[in-house]
């Protein structure tokens, strides 16, 4: 399986969340999975990169051209896809992958890990989306969403979007056993709020 993981580019981490990161990657690649990614060789990125390179798993880093410099792309990618605009590279890592996962991030990760709630909100995919939720990162992200539900901004229903798990193991046997269904056309859906 395909599997976008989205996640901090700093190189300035508490070695847990690297150490998570790298057991994620690991796990992945002993399991035949595929990762794809932003391509960045810093961060989390670079260490579930490291981890699955570690495992012998394959790995597809997709990257912005004005990222294409060196020593930001992680070398042991096995594919490189380069794009002109950051939507690009979006667009390319939803359609290549069949699940994501979000590890701690900053904006970017942030930015993808929205967007892709959001389609699987109006039912654009019905790919399973994880937290990989490392010393309760995410935190603070469940609980705006609780306000939001309580404020009536967004459904209950909108927490079956996504599953959260502080064990990459258990993230991944969620991911594996995830019931695919058709898609629904946004016709179907009658009370959405954004």
Do not use: W
Request: contains cysteine.
């Amino acid at each position: 399986m395909n599997i976008c993981v989205y996640g901090a580019s700093s190189k300035t981490l508490d070695k847990s969340y690297l150490d998570a990161g790298e057991k994620l990657g690991r796990l992945m690649a002993e399991r035949g999975h595929t990762l794809v990614f932003g391509g960045g060789q810093g961060g989390l990125m670079g260490a579930v990169a490291r981890g699955m390179t570690a495992g012998k798993g394959y790995i597809i880093g997709i990257s912005p051209r004005y990222f294409d410099v060196d020593g930001i792309i992680y070398e042991g990618c096995d594919e490189v896809h380069v794009t002109d605009t950051m939507r690009e590279r979006k667009q390319i890592m939803e359609d290549m992958s069949e699940a994501f996962v979000a590890t701690p991030g900053g904006a970017g990760t942030f930015d993808e890990l929205f967007e892709i709630l959001t389609l699987k909100q109006v039912g654009r995919h019905n790919k399973p989306i994880a937290f990989l939720n490392t010393n309760n990162y995410y935190k603070p992200v469940f609980d705006l969403i609780d306000e939001a539900i309580e404020g009536n901004f967004m459904t209950a229903e909108n927490r079956n979007l996504y599953a959260v798990f502080e064990d990459p193991e258990d993230l991944l046997n969620y991911i594996e056993s995830h019931k695919h269904t058709e898609v629904k056309d946004i016709s179907e859906y009658k009370d959405i709020k954004d």
